[in-house]
């Protein structure tokens, strides 16, 4: 039935915002979606040419810094730099959760300029944030978070709890 579905050609197949199931859209439908994401000039702005190569120097320029002031060895400083760097691709997830099944947008950054130095970054930086004391991995995380702190004892009075709901995070 899948295969079948890929062959109709006014219909996309897309993943599920906050699931594992596929979702079968009208192509037409994505694509007016998908436009009223990337021409909100809150969060996009259209380019005149790709700035892959930009980037690419200024990791080079950052990896040969760092390299030859120690602190990266010479695996790392090839590493990072992905010479044949090409733009990120965007998709969307669909929120079947919400009225309309809006789209959460998702850039890919997989074989980008940002993908090996983003690694890099993560690589050292997660054990660092998971060891702060107001480090909340998910929902899930924060519901136990609330148990333990229940567990202490009521709050003041004044006291107020907050969460946020991050609805684009870059």
Not at 32 to 50: C, F, V, W
Not at 66 to 86: F, M, Y
Request: hydrophobic content about 40%; overall charge neutral; glycine content about 4%.
């Amino acid at each position: 039935a899948l295969a079948a579905l890929k062959e109709v050609d006014n219909v996309t197949i897309q993943i599920q915002d906050k699931g594992s199931k596929f979702v079968v859209i009208d192509k037409s439908v994505y694509n007016s979606k998908m436009k009223e994401q990337l021409e909100n000039p809150l969060h996009y702005q259209k380019l005149e040419h790709d700035p892959s190569a930009d980037y690419v120097d200024v990791i080079t320029k950052w990896s040969k810094k760092w390299l030859e002031k120690g602190q990266i060895n010479d695996e790392i400083a090839n590493w990072v730099i992905n010479g044949s760097a090409k733009p990120g691709k965007a998709f969307g997830t669909i929120k079947t959760h919400k009225q309309g099944n809006l789209l959460r947008l998702i850039t890919s950054c997989c074989g980008t300029a940002i993908e090996n130095p983003s690694a890099f970054t993560e690589f050292y930086l997660k054990p660092l944030a998971q060891n702060l004391p107001s480090f909340v991995k998910d929902t899930t995380h924060f519901l136990q978070r609330i148990e333990e702190l229940n567990k202490t004892g009521p709050f003041p009075e004044d006291s107020l709890l907050v969460s946020w709901d991050v609805i684009a995070m870059f």
